[in-house]
Structure formats: structure tokens, C-alpha cells
């Protein structure tokens, strides 16, 4: 009687056995998302010592095609590099996302941590005051907050993070109530664990996941946002880089030159491209963690 000996592991059920690496692949993926970001990030960072050109100074001839002359986007109707104008131009887009996502995410946690933890009327008013927030159109309260500022970067940021917190605290005021019935939170509070432990040792830590995968998710909207500010007039004034209002200024040479404002929409649509692989990468991870 012949007795088959093989390699543990090589031979299964009569055929030869392949590792399965759909998860492995999957983790893959999404870290690749994360690299990303941090290549955008490292990229934005670097742009005084990789843009080629002062960004606000003539370099060559106006309204030079792409590859011309050495100039890898071409140049503007005054001579500007596009190029340099792009990366500059990215990197205010996507710091001024991060920040504003960062200050939403502030303000917005802490109303509703304060709100979920506490309950009662102090819950009621600050959803109320949420809610109210909410009922407004974003966009339409973002203009006329910088038109009562008056245009600029600066008023830009603020206006949209006024209108940008409220969907923060609604998650997180929602996954501290959620979490405020479980049975270890309501052991510590019968123990005799005070409302502020309680809020930042075991409920916080619990809303955290869900809010940064929502955050991560809204820096792709965000530069959105403020490139379509910026695109009304609403950004920096001329002739600072800005990806929205650098498209907008040139939209008459479009038929023509059409590269002058075209490239800077390119540039958004990388942006929020990457921003939003990120994010879903960062969503994968939170649910198979």
C-alpha cells in the first residue's frame, strides 16, 4: 500500500492548495490610500523648494502651450508659470481643508460629547442650536458670512468652518448615547466614576473611529468648497495662487488657450480625488479593525 507523503499545507482535498489573499490584498489597497496622502502632503509641503518659478512673477512669454519652452503646464496671460501657480495653489487648498476639517471636528466633538454625556436640557439646547445650523443652507450661509467679512483666504476658512461643525456633533452627540447605555458605562457611573472621567476615559475614545472617518471623508468636499468659493471671487485676491479663482479669471481663454484654466481644475480634481481614496481606505481599515 503506497502512502502519498507531501508538504504540509501544499496539498489539500486532492488539489494543490493556493493561499488566499483577498484580505492581504485588500489591506494592501488601502494602505496604498495612505500613502498617498502622505505623498500629497509631503508634495504640498515641499512646493517652495519643487515649484520651479515664483508663483506671482513673469517668467517667459504669455500664453505659452504646455512643454514649451520648458514650462511643464505652460504659461498664464501675463507669463506666469502654470505650473508653480498649481502647486502653490494646492497646497493653500489642501491645508486650509485639513484645518478647517481639524477645527470642525474641535468644536463639533466637544458640543457633542457635552451634549450625549450630560443629556437633559443641556442636550436639548445644544442639538437645538445644531439643528438650527443645520437648517441653513451651507453654502448661502458661507457667502454671506464672507461678504460681511469682506473677501479673503482668511474669511473663506472661517465662514465654511462656521457651517461646517454641526455634522460633527450630531455623529458624535449620537455614538455617546449609544455608547452611554452600555453595561461597563453604566457600571463605572454606579461606581462612582465622575461625569468627566466618564465623558473622556470611556465614551470619547468610542466616538472617535466614526468621527475621523467621517473627517477624512469631508477633506474631498471641502476643497471643493472652497475652490468654488474662491471660483465666485470669494478667496484671495488677485493674484495670490488659488486653484478655484486662478479657473475662473482665465475662463475667457478657454476655447483658445484652454490650458491656462483648466490646469488649476486638474489640480482640484487630484486633490479631492486622493482625499477621498483616503478616506474610504481609512473606513475599510476602521471596519475590519
Known amino acids: 500500500m503506497a502512502i502519498a507523503i507531501s508538504a504540509p499545507g501544499l496539498v489539500r482535498g486532492g488539489t494543490r492548495w493556493r493561499p488566499s489573499l483577498p484580505q492581504s490584498r485588500s489591506a494592501i489597497v488601502n494602505w496604498t490610500g495612505f500613502a498617498l496622502v502622505i505623498a500629497v502632503t509631503l508634495v504640498v509641503i515641499a512646493v517652495p523648494l519643487i515649484a520651479p518659478h515664483d508663483p506671482l512673477t513673469p517668467v517667459g512669454l504669455p500664453l505659452q502651450a ?58 436639548a439646547t445644544l442639538m437645538r442650536i445644531t439643528d438650527g445650523f443645520l437648517s441653513l443652507p451651507a453654502p448661502v450661509l458661507a457667502i454671506a458670512v464672507v461678504a460681511a467679512l469682506g473677501p479673503g483666504f482668511l474669511h473663506t476658512l472661517i465662514a465654511v468652518s462656521i457651517v461646517w461643525w454641526p455634522f460633527y456633533a450630531r455623529l458624535v452627540r449620537g455614538e455617546v448615547a449609544r455608547l452611554a447605555a452600555r453595561p461597563h458605562v453604566e457600571a463605572a457611573r454606579l ?50 495662487p488659488e486653484l478655484g479663482a486662478d479657473s475662473a479669471r482665465n475662463l475667457s481663454y478657454f476655447l483658445q488657450q484652454w490650458w491656462i484654466p483648466v490646469m488649476p481644475g486638474l489640480g482640484v480634481l487630484v486633490l479631492a480625488l486622493v482625499a477621498n481614496i483616503s478616506g474610504d481606505c481609512l473606513r475599510n481599515l476602521m471596519k475590519t479593525s
Open 66 to 123: 504646455p512643454g514649451k519652452n520648458g514650462f511643464l503646464l505652460g504659461t498664464d496671460s501675463v507669463g506666469r508659470d502654470i505650473f508653480s501657480r498649481v502647486l502653490y495653489g494646492a497646497r493653500s487648498s489642501w491645508f486650509a481643508a485639513l484645518a478647517v476639517v481639524a477645527l470642525g471636528l474641535f468644536i463639533g466633538g466637544l458640543v457633542g460629547l457635552i451634549a450625549g454625556a450630560t443629556g437633559g436640557w443641556v442636550d
Open 191 to 240: 461606581a462612582g466614576v465622575s461625569r468627566f472621567r466618564l465623558a473622556g476615559r470611556h465614551l470619547l475614545p468610542g466616538a472617535v473611529p466614526n468621527a475621523l472617518v467621517a473627517a477624512s471623508l469631508d477633506i474631498g468636499t471641502l476643497i471643493l468648497t472652497l475652490a468654488a468659493l474662491s471660483f465666485l471671487g470669494l478667496g484671495q485676491a488677485a493674484p495670490a
